[in-house]
């Protein structure tokens, strides 16, 4: 049973600090490299939010207590962050793609779905971090 949750844990914090990580730097380079990154950025939210899942399911399975809920809110953050950059960003990009959108234009939107989906992702983060405590 343990080398299963090693596992996940493993996978869980590897993709999860990619997706943040680059997340943050889109945010501050203005969506720089955003068509790029758009890919592995949402199949690393899939792996995320897959193991996130596993793990919850075998850490907390039967409560749902302070450190829970905590994390709930963390989980629900994430979720909207893939949900914005994936919605705002992945349209912006199949916009700029097909030579439909003015590349400024484009570009922003992007930039705003990475800021929008950093800010989500550092509250999950502080989440994840404040249940350990809770």
């Not at 705002?88 to 992007?110: C, E, P």
Request: glycine share 12%.
């Amino acid at each position: 049973m343990q080398i299963p949750l090693i596992i996940a844990l493993s996978l869980h914090v590897l993709s999860s600090s990619f997706w943040a990580g680059s997340s943050f730097t889109l945010a501050r380079t203005g969506g720089a490299a955003g068509e790029q990154l758009f890919g592995p950025q949402m199949g690393a939210a899939v792996v995320t939010m897959l193991t996130g899942a596993y793990l919850g399911h075998s850490v907390h399975a039967g409560t749902f207590g302070t450190a829970e809920q905590i994390l709930a809110v963390g989980a629900l953050a994430a979720l909207v962050a893939a949900a914005v950059q994936g919605a705002i960003g992945g349209r912006a990009i199949r916009s700029l793609r097909n030579g439909k959108a003015d590349q400024a234009g484009a570009r922003s939107r992007i930039a705003t779905a990475q800021r929008i989906a950093a800010a989500l992702l550092a509250v999950t983060a502080v989440c994840m971090g404040a249940a350990r405590y809770a």
